[in-house]
């Protein structure tokens, strides 16, 4: 499936995060457990994340290139 193309209130599954993030489905779990990873929720005994927090994840911990400090500080 193209996650790419989803409305961004779709529920997506675990699999389809990990293809969309290009990371394994431990990897996620892992950031998850170290509370640096996207929210998830519990549909039954199913991971489902909202596409929405998922984009708004990425966002936050994006690296935008730009030097942390000034230069020479």
């Known amino acids: 499936m193209d996650t790419t193309k989803a409305p961004p209130d ?6 389809e995060v990990c293809d969309y993030l290009g990371i394994s489905a431990p990897t ?7 509370g640096r990873g996207p929210v998830g929720y519990r549909v039954g ?7 929405s927090e998922v984009d708004a994840w ?16």
């Open 45 to 51: 005994r199913q991971l489902r994340f909202r596409r």
């Open 28 to 34: 996620l779990y892992g950031m998850r457990h170290q």
């Open 10 to 15: 779709r529920l997506l599954t675990l699999p």
């Open 58 to 73: 990425l966002q936050d911990h994006r690296d935008d290139d730009q030097p942390r400090q000034p230069i020479g500080a």
